[in-house]
């Protein structure tokens, strides 16, 4: 079945750094946009940047200049950099294929941005 398993949130400081992992199965990866999303408390979750099978990658305006997302297809693995982090980013982040077709979410990763 689709699984999808985040790692790497933590707490850290504002300006700090992260690396989200994502480790994809139950379908075949290299032929599917992923995306990253995230659910703020008391938010919807929201796409936060996307990759399609070539490579190519979109980011919503939050993300854009601060955010990396890439993606291995050997290892079914899509990763988001995330630098300057800021409070307001602190949120549950999952990925998902892009766009999400059902139920088949993660656990997430809670990221939390706080001096």
């Known amino acids: 079945q689709v699984q999808f398993v985040e790692s790497g949130g933590g707490l850290v400081q504002p300006g700090g750094s992260l690396r989200l992992s994502c480790a994809a199965s139950?379908?075949?990866?290299?032929?599917?946009?992923m995306g990253w999303y995230r659910q703020a408390p008391g938010k919807q979750r929201e796409l936060v940047a996307r990759?399609?099978?070539?490579?190519?990658?979109v980011y919503a305006d939050y993300a854009k200049g601060r955010f990396t997302i890439s993606r291995d297809n050997a290892k079914n693995t899509v990763y988001l950099q995330m630098n300057s982090l800021k409070p307001e980013d602190t949120a549950v982040y999952y990925c998902n294929i892009f766009p999400p077709g059902g139920g088949n979410w993660g656990q997430g990763t809670r990221v939390t941005v706080s001096s």
């Open positions: 139950g379908f075949i990866f290299t032929i599917k946009s």
């Open positions: 990759i399609n099978s070539g490579g190519g990658s």
